[in-house]
């Protein structure tokens, strides 16, 4: 007579610890603080890429408003620079992300023990501290060109609320090309995409002053949404309207933003944890 042995059941492996929320913020904090050491380092970079916007604030408000025969126009336009300037911030996080891959930095840090995101999450926050700062000199800029505000300061605050709303959207957006792309010189390819973007929008002029097909894109621009938004909020002429787009740019504002994040951060992450398999 034959016996039949039977196997043990194969041991359940035991489940991955949860990471430390502790061990997290720290391996963040350092990400974040290894950015900003940068700034120290390369103070020139730092300078350049805060005055990039400046001179563009000022070239639109005397080229293009200089043409225009239109009482206000730089109270109109300059909010608009302010969006258009936090949409365009995503081809810096992008060039960053690129030249770390190309350098083998990402490939370091992920060979070492240390949360995942915290790449992602130093490289964010670096990003939105540098946008504030460059959203400071904005608005002194546009203060000095002639452009005034005449919102209550919580309506300012909101204003400038949303649109770092915005920029932290179009990071991610950033962030996941970058990753995509892994090369410098695919930022070109993406550049090449922001200008019309950039120009389907109320920044420059009115929807209602554009054929029917391109105004409808331009109102449903996210970037026209924070611009009409932020100008309502400062006071400022917003012209045109009487779609339900631009009836309500304060909830496609805070909407865009939150749908390009729900798509974009996840995105970015499974890319990041993914990569090399």
Not at 168 to 181: F, I, N, S
Not at 257 to 275: D, K
Request: aromatic share 10%; glycine share 8%.
């Amino acid at each position: 007579m034959s016996t039949t042995r039977t196997r043990p059941p194969a041991p359940v492996p035991a489940p991955a610890p949860l990471p430390n929320p502790g061990t997290v913020l720290a391996d963040c904090w350092t990400m974040t603080r290894r950015e900003l050491v940068h700034w120290r380092r390369r103070p020139v970079q730092v300078v350049m890429n805060l005055t990039f916007p400046l001179m563009m604030l000022v070239m639109f408000v005397y080229f293009i408003g200089g043409g225009m025969s239109i009482d206000g126009y730089e109270d109109y336009l300059v909010p608009g620079m302010f969006a258009l300037t936090m949409a365009f911030g995503l081809e810096s996080t992008m060039v960053a992300l690129t030249q770390d891959l190309n350098k083998g930095v990402i490939d370091r840090f992920r060979s070492i023990p240390m949360a995942r995101s915290a790449v992602l999450v130093g490289r964010s926050a670096h990003d939105m501290l540098q946008s504030a700062l460059g959203l400071v000199v904005l608005v002194l800029s546009g203060l000095l060109v002639g452009w005034r505000w005449h919102g209550s300061p919580l309506e300012v605050a909101a204003a400038l609320g949303l649109l770092l709303w915005l920029r932290l959207a179009m990071l991610w957006v950033g962030v996941y090309l970058g990753l995509v792309a892994g090369r410098p010189e695919m930022v070109q390819a993406v550049q090449i995409l922001v200008w019309p973007v950039a120009f389907f929008s109320n920044v420059f002029t009115s929807p209602s002053t554009m054929p029917g097909w391109m105004g409808a894109i331009a109102d449903w621009n996210p970037m026209s949404a924070t611009a009409r938004a932020v100008r309502e909020l400062f006071g400022n002429p917003v012209w045109g309207g009487g779609t339900w787009a631009a009836e309500h740019a304060w909830l496609l504002a805070l909407a865009w933003p939150l749908l390009l994040l729900a798509v974009f951060f996840p995105l970015a992450v499974r890319r990041y944890v993914n990569m090399g398999r």
